[in-house]
């Protein structure tokens, strides 16, 4: 078992944060347009991609109000089936540290090593839409 | 001890990915406008991020034209120090196949997950780059 781990500051307040990961309307600004999210815990959330031709199944395992959210996943992409996602916020400095764990791949894949770098890349577009830079969703469908 | 591994697809040759990797003209494309790098085996290549507040200190340990690069690290960030930075290039559909592992880690701390999510952000911006979008280096100085 391996995960991936990513961290960022964000210029924004926690609550801010954590509204862009625990709502439909703030996931669709940095992740994909195509997202289908309760805000409840034990809810789903469906994130789709290239015209729904690969949907990343959730199950809403954890909410914590400006500290904490929690994901598993349980399809449809067999590489992500059985991963666990969680989010970490943390106060600094007027702002938020955002920490995120992917855990549960089974190895170390080309699949794994590409998704790491758009984690990468989405943990930045994030960071650009709490902090008004508008960049709009990495896929737009 | 643990490594980070990236992958992304390019739309451009495999000798221009390269060039964005083997030369200092390259480098300042999408990394940091601070880099000096030599273009030999043996050579040495400085990346400074803040005015200079840190540099990445290499050696240039491999170059095999449009097919691998690799760097070592010796400092001056502790974490970084002793890592060893490898790119592997492989065409694939007209395009290039672009793997990059940072071996040597010596544990997951909030750094490495800080530098993931920026390696993740700078694999974006060399596609960026090299599929003529210009986006300007990560670090402009």
Redesign the interface.
């Known amino acids: 078992m391996t995960e991936?781990?990513?961290?960022?500051?964000i210029n924004a307040a926690p609550d801010k944060v954590y509204a862009a990961l625990a709502t439909e309307t703030g996931l669709k600004q940095w992740w994909t347009a195509d997202t289908r999210a309760d805000s409840k815990i034990g809810g789903d959330a469906e994130f789709g991609f290239d015209k729904r031709g690969m949907v990343f199944h959730m199950k809403i395992d954890n909410l914590d109000p400006a500290k904490h959210v929690v994901w598993s996943c349980h399809g449809d992409h067999p590489e992500w089936a059985g991963t666990v996602l969680t989010w970490d916020l943390t106060p600094q400095d007027g702002g938020t540290m955002l920490?995120f764990t992917q855990s549960g791949w089974k190895a170390?894949t080309?699949f794994?090593?590409?998704c790491?770098?758009?984690?990468?890349?989405?943990?930045?577009r994030m960071k650009d839409y709490l902090e008004g830079r508008e960049p709009g969703p990495h896929w737009k469908q």
């Open positions: 991936l781990k990513h961290q960022i500051k920490r170390a080309d794994y090593a590409m790491n770098s758009t984690w990468g890349e989405l943990m930045y």
